[in-house]
């Protein structure tokens, strides 16, 4: 699951340009990380991501190796880990993930979270989590608030998420007005709120909290709100939460500070409300913003991994739009410029399924599946069957459907793709039945 993220406020990060990796960084090597963090006792600083999440992307691209995290590694251990590869199981069996990206700081000696991040971060935000986590291997900091912060820190690190979004609340109490980390407690409530599948509070959550936030916390909290509001079941209350939540929201937007991957979480919290309370007017105007800015915003970036952070979301503005042609060229010069990558390529045969055009998104789906691994390859396998079904080829698509859910269920509780899996079922069933 992506975490409700995401204009010309990036360019104070583009300034600095992109430093290239240090060579003291791991990738996808956790037990050299951990040896390395021992001897050297200091905590782990991991990057989880993968190549299908846009905002994982937009975290490759423009933030994880900027120049401003060259230091980090004299205070962590940096890691990166792609929960695709198989042979990262084992990590995330450990360390359980509920959204990407996030960002992990592990106690090395008890092998355990002591701060999560979830959400694409500025360099900044990144060194704060690091500096923190550094602090949170000595002792709790002093005072009740700290101590508060503390406590709830470790709830959600651990996914206590109930019991982190009461922590986060008794701080905001203790701490007052003048609290420095009063931002960040109140954007970590409603995210707590959010994973602890309660919307409602969620939705009151982010309304009570915007007007401590600033900036990215206060475009992440209202995304993450409206993305609440929007799922609330009664009708009443999922229109009177959207529309309370919904000013504030566009209001954040006339902001500057903001990152492109807030700004762009944003726009995508706008629309999912707009066709939540089903304002198809709103949800076109909606759309029609959100891919104007996505495409300001690719053509700003500098290489071809930062520029396609936006092409899923581009196509998926795109496609709601009634437009999918516009998001073509752009993701077909990603699938050019980045020839070991399968994402391009998935999002490339799933414009080609909204064009009605099924053997071209066989083709891209074919050349995606060849190149992609873990449990994304049956999010791949769904679209190839459903081209092969365009196609009238019903049984390949059957044997399609049936590898992609002997694949999913395969994989261990931690990794299966329980969502994409009931969804091969449900396709499998209605190929049956016709």
Not at 86 to 100: G, K, S, T
Not at 231 to 259: F, I, K, T, W
Request: with cysteine.
């Amino acid at each position: 699951m992506l975490f409700p993220a995401t204009a010309l406020a990036l360019a104070a990060a583009l300034s600095a340009a992109p430093a290239t990796p240090d060579p003291d960084d791991l990738s996808d090597d956790y037990p050299q990380a951990l040896l390395r963090a021992r001897e050297r006792k200091v905590p782990i600083l991991v990057d989880v991501w993968a190549p299908w999440c846009p905002p994982c992307r937009y975290m490759q691209g423009f933030v994880m190796h900027d120049r401003r995290l060259s230091g980090l590694t004299r205070r962590v251990v940096r890691l990166e880990v792609n929960t695709e590869l198989p042979a990262n199981a084992p990590f995330v069996e450990r360390y359980p993930i509920d959204a990407w990206p996030s960002l992990l700081v592990i106690d090395p000696e008890a092998e355990r979270v002591v701060l999560r991040w979830v959400g694409s971060a500025t360099p900044a935000e990144v060194i704060r989590l690091a500096d923190r986590g550094v602090r949170a291997l000595g002792s709790a900091e002093a005072g009740r608030a700290d101590a508060a912060l503390f406590k709830a820190d470790a709830a959600y690190a651990g996914r206590s998420y109930r019991e982190a979004a009461g922590g986060y609340g008794e701080a905001l109490l203790a701490g007052g007005r003048a609290w420095p980390h009063r931002a960040l407690a109140a954007e970590r409530q409603v995210q707590a709120l959010f994973f602890a599948e309660d919307p409602a509070a969620c939705a009151e959550g982010a309304k009570e909290v915007l007007p401590l936030l600033s900036s990215g916390p206060r475009a992440r909290a209202a995304a993450t709100g409206l993305s609440c509001a929007a799922a609330l079941e009664d009708e009443a209350a999922r229109r009177g939460a959207v529309a309370a939540l919904e000013p504030g929201a566009r209001a954040v937007l006339r902001q500057g500070g903001l990152s492109d991957d807030d700004r762009s979480g944003v726009h995508e919290a706008l629309l999912e409300a707009e066709d939540a309370v089903g304002d198809e007017a709103g949800g076109r105007a909606e759309a029609r913003r959100w891919l104007v800015f996505l495409e300001s915003a690719a053509a700003r970036a500098r290489t071809p991994l930062a520029r396609s952070a936006f092409d899923a979301p581009r196509a998926a503005a795109a496609v709601r739009l009634g437009t999918p042609a516009r998001a073509l060229p752009a993701v077909k010069a990603s699938v050019r410029d980045l020839p070991g990558d399968f994402a391009p390529l998935s999002t490339l045969a799933t414009l080609y399924l909204a064009l009605h055009e099924p053997k071209e998104a066989l083709d891209a789906a074919t050349r995606a599946l060849a190149l992609a691994q873990g449990p994304r390859q049956v999010r791949v396998l769904l679209i190839r069957a459903q081209a092969e079904e365009a196609l009238h080829r019903t049984e390949e698509a059957r044997a399609t459907l049936e590898e992609a859910i002997r694949l999913g269920e395969e994989y261990p509780e931690a990794l299966r793709p329980r969502g994409w899996v009931a969804q091969a079922k449900k396709l499998l069933a209605e190929i049956g039945q016709g």
